[in-house]
């Protein structure tokens, strides 16, 4: 069975830095995808960026960006130039082949002070 | 704009009491998860369906109860509400594989 593994419970980062949010995922599967979620505290899940296992390059999307270490198996997320707005919970989740669920770590709340 | 819609924002229920939460989505996806979020624990899966009618259990089915008789629509059932019930539930949706899922807002659930 697959498994994530998000280590850092809570993070802070200083307004217009840079951030690494850690993920690390265990699977026997050589075919998966990874996916980055944010969850402001409205409640509502966000789909940020995902990167497939074959994909040769490492996924960006705007301010996101994801360091895939695939020998490490490891998919940490970027967030650049943080904003106010970017304080959320973040997830991290996996998908094995054949279409099954997202199986999701259990979050890093990052905090961007002022 | 596409949309996963929860029937309630916030649900108090009393213990013992019959609890369904209910979850339609506009974007025809055959694939339907209902997830339970608690502080430190993450997401957890209690159900999903990949077609009508179909229902297969995730990682803590017990105490609950699924249905999906229209493809819109994925409801989740607590037979017996109990207090360690009280929780977010999140339903999701999801058009295929290497796809993201579509989120609802979440029902936050008390039961007392």
């Known amino acids: 069975a697959q498994k994530i593994t998000q280590t850092q419970p809570g993070m802070f980062v200083q307004e217009k830095e840079a951030v690494t949010l850690d993920c690390t995922y265990d699977?026997?599967?050589?075919?998966?995808?990874l996916f980055w979620y944010k969850q402001p505290s409205s409640g509502e899940m966000i789909f940020l960026i995902y990167?497939?296992?074959?994909?040769?390059q490492n996924a960006t999307e705007g301010r996101y960006s994801l360091n895939f270490q695939k020998a490490r198996k490891s998919a940490n997320l970027v967030i650049s130039a943080s904003q106010l707005g970017d304080s959320a919970m973040y997830f991290c989740?996996?998908?094995?082949?054949?279409?099954?669920?997202?199986?999701f770590g259990k979050g890093t709340r990052l905090s961007v002070i002022a | 704009d596409v949309k996963v819609t929860q029937s309630s924002r916030y649900l108090v229920k009393r213990t013992g009491e019959k609890v369904f939460l209910e979850c339609v989505q506009d974007?025809?996806?055959?694939?339907m998860f209902w997830y339970r979020q608690d502080p430190g624990l993450g997401l957890r899966l209690i159900y999903f369906?990949?077609?009508?009618?179909?229902?297969e259990k995730g990682d803590i089915p017990e105490g609950y109860s699924v249905s999906r008789e229209k493809k819109e629509r994925f409801s989740l059932i607590l037979e017996s509400a109990s207090t360690n019930q009280t929780s977010m539930y999140l339903c999701?949706?999801?058009?295929?594989?290497?796809?993201?899922?579509?989120f609802g807002q979440g029902t936050r659930l008390t039961v007392v």
């Open positions: 999701a949706s999801r058009g295929h594989q290497n796809t993201e899922a579509f």
């Open positions: 699977t026997s599967d050589p075919s998966y995808g």
């Open positions: 990167q497939g296992s074959y994909d040769q």
């Open positions: 989740a996996i998908e094995n082949s054949g279409n099954t669920p997202l199986v």
């Open positions: 974007m025809d996806h055959e694939n």
């Open positions: 369906s990949y077609d009508v009618k179909m229902k």
